[in-house]
């Protein structure tokens, strides 16, 4: 069974910076997409930024410029470095990986998602 474990959530005012981790217990190049979520209070699941097997990455509009996901070497670990961090950004944010080819990729869709974490949260203050 693979299993996602992000960490990195927290606490912190308008316009800080978080970076997020998700750690894979298998090497990552079994999955040809892996990708940030978040669900805010009392809203849907919204995808944040995904990475492909070739390393083209795709990110949300409402956090272009702001947010940067990256994978290290190891192909193990996934991240998401969130600059200038709003209000609107506070939400649980989960790591997710999907093995089979798809657009749900490029197109920030969950439905291709076959492994999840059991997310993060991440709270900005004013």
């Known amino acids: 069974q693979v299993q996602l474990a992000e960490s990195g959530g927290g606490s912190v005012q308008s316009g800080g910076s978080l970076r997020l981790s998700c750690a894979a217990s298998?090497?990552?190049?079994?999955?040809?997409?892996m990708g940030w979520f978040r669900q805010a209070p009392g809203k849907g699941r919204e995808g944040v930024a995904t990475?492909?097997?070739?390393?083209?990455?795709t990110v949300s509009d409402s956090v272009k410029g702001r947010f940067t996901i990256s994978q290290d070497s190891s192909k193990k670990m996934l991240y998401l470095q969130m600059h200038s961090l709003k209000p609107e950004d506070t939400a649980t944010y989960y790591c997710?990986?999907?093995?089979?080819?798809?657009?749900?990729?490029?197109?920030?869709?969950?439905?291709?998602?076959?492994?999840w974490g059991k997310g993060t949260l991440v709270t900005i203050s004013l």
């Open positions: 990475i492909d097997e070739d390393g083209s990455t």
């Open positions: 997710a990986a999907g093995i089979y080819s798809g657009s749900y990729c490029e197109a920030l869709e969950d439905y291709g998602m076959d492994y």
């Open positions: 298998a090497n990552t190049d079994r999955y040809f997409c």
